[in-house]
């Protein structure tokens, strides 16, 4: 599944190009299982609307659900009208989608880390349960999708870091689960003082912290 979604890792990261930046948008971002959607339930519990079509439901691999919006795939292939509806909103785009996002908005990112050994180890589980092939030769999948993805993310990282539109605040899956006080504050002082955190921390449930590397 990994294979088919960052098939592409190996192209250089262009953003699509506009205007000068306006509206500031707000972005969950990361790797598939990197607690995404987890901290789109947070951001929803603090205040924020996501924007979400509920295509996809809540499972055994994501009981909470998985907030995607099945546009966001889209852009890629330039379908970024549906940004005109994010204003007070939050989306969730997978890292390697973000160069796609057009610039003329700002983007406050919250991108989500997590250990790739848990990433993997998270995706074969969640495919073991929908009974795919691609659960097979895990071994030497795993040695090349570490590979991607460290690239991947180093890139990654350059690049918004070289993009003025982008502010990124950086998250530990890990570390927010182990002790989720100092990542609610450092969200609500990079969202908005206004984020209720108390509920933010509701929704934290770190027994679904299922695939940990000890």
């Given at each position: 599944?990994?294979?088919?979604?960052?098939?592409?890792?190996?192209?250089?990261?262009?953003?699509?190009?506009?205007?000068?930046?306006?509206?500031?948008?707000?972005?969950?971002?990361?790797?598939?299982?990197?607690?995404?959607?987890?901290?789109?339930?947070?951001?929803?519990?603090?205040?924020?609307?996501?924007?979400?079509?509920?295509?996809?439901?809540?499972?055994?691999?994501?009981?909470?659900?998985?907030?995607?919006?099945?546009?966001?795939?889209?852009?890629?292939?330039?379908?970024?009208?549906?940004?005109?509806?994010m204003s007070g909103k939050v989306?969730?785009?997978?890292?390697?989608?973000?160069?796609?996002?057009?610039?003329?908005?700002?983007?406050?990112?919250?991108?989500?880390?997590?250990?790739?050994?848990?990433?993997?180890a998270s995706q074969r589980k969640?495919?073991?349960?929908?009974?795919?092939?691609?659960?097979?030769?895990?071994?030497?999948?795993?040695?090349?999708?570490?590979?991607?993805?460290?690239?991947?993310?180093?890139?990654?990282?350059?690049?918004?870091?070289?993009?003025?539109?982008?502010?990124?605040?950086?998250?530990?899956?890990?570390?927010?689960?182990?002790?989720?006080?100092?990542?609610?504050?450092?969200?609500?002082?990079?969202?908005?003082?206004?984020?209720?955190?108390?509920?933010?921390?509701?929704?934290?449930?770190?027994?679904?912290?299922?695939?940990?590397?000890?």
């Amino acid at each position: 599944m990994f294979k088919k979604i960052f098939g592409s890792l190996g192209r250089r990261p262009t953003q699509t190009q506009s205007s000068t930046p306006t509206a500031t948008i707000t972005v969950v971002s990361g790797l598939p299982r990197s607690g995404t959607s987890l901290m789109m339930r947070m951001l929803e519990a603090g205040g924020i609307p996501p924007l979400t079509d509920h295509q996809r439901t809540a499972d055994d691999d994501n009981p909470g659900g998985y907030y995607e919006f099945e546009r966001v795939k889209q852009l890629e292939k330039g379908d970024t009208a549906w940004l005109t509806e994010m204003s007070g909103k939050v989306v969730k785009v997978i890292s390697l989608l973000l160069r796609h996002l057009p610039s003329d908005y700002h983007y406050k990112v919250v991108f989500m880390e997590r250990d790739l050994t848990e990433v993997l180890a998270s995706q074969r589980k969640m495919l073991s349960n929908r009974h795919e092939d691609e659960a097979v030769n895990e071994a030497v999948d795993d040695a090349q999708m570490t590979a991607l993805f460290t690239h991947h993310l180093q890139e990654i990282r350059q690049w918004l870091a070289a993009h003025d539109n982008f502010a990124v605040l950086y998250v530990n899956y890990g570390d927010l689960l182990a002790n989720p006080q100092p990542t609610v504050a450092a969200l609500k002082r990079f969202l908005g003082d206004w984020l209720d955190t108390a509920a933010m921390l509701t929704v934290i449930d770190p027994t679904l912290y299922r695939n940990r590397q000890e």
